[in-house]
């Protein structure tokens, strides 16, 4: 099994900053992509970044220039540096990571248990 902890959330006035982590543990061969995604009251989850193993990023429009993902490979940590934060950006933020367990050569994914960010105008 594969566990993912997210920490970082909280509250902040627009314009603000935040920084979340999240560590993956368990049966962990290696680590494709990690990523993380978010979901307000009464909409879709959706993505905001994603990083690839080999540091490739990707970001939501609404996030570019602003959000900033990187990862640590040897601690299985990916984090996500959140500038300029609107109200709009008010979301429970979840991390995902497509794993190669060491029990089986097929990718999983996995999610954490969310982490709230709330964003005050």
């Known amino acids: 099994q594969v566990q993912l902890v997210e920490s970082g959330g909280g509250l902040v006035q627009a314009g603000g900053s935040l920084r979340l982590s999240c560590a993956a543990s368990?049966?962990?061969?290696?680590?494709?992509?990690m990523g993380w995604y978010r979901q307000a009251p009464g909409k879709q989850r959706e993505l905001v970044a994603t990083?690839?193993?080999?540091?490739?990023?990707n970001y939501a429009d609404s996030v570019k220039g602003r959000f900033t993902i990187s990862r640590d490979n040897a601690k299985n940590t990916v984090y996500l540096q959140m500038n300029s934060l609107k109200p709009e950006d008010t979301a429970v933020y979840y991390c995902?990571?497509?794993?190669?367990?060491?029990?089986?050569?097929?990718?999983?994914?996995?999610w954490g248990q969310g982490t709230q960010v709330t964003v005050s105008s």
């Open positions: 995902r990571a497509v794993v190669v367990t060491t029990t089986s050569s097929r990718t999983y994914q996995y």
């Open positions: 368990g049966s962990i061969f290696s680590i494709n992509s």
């Open positions: 990083i690839t193993s080999g540091g490739s990023t």
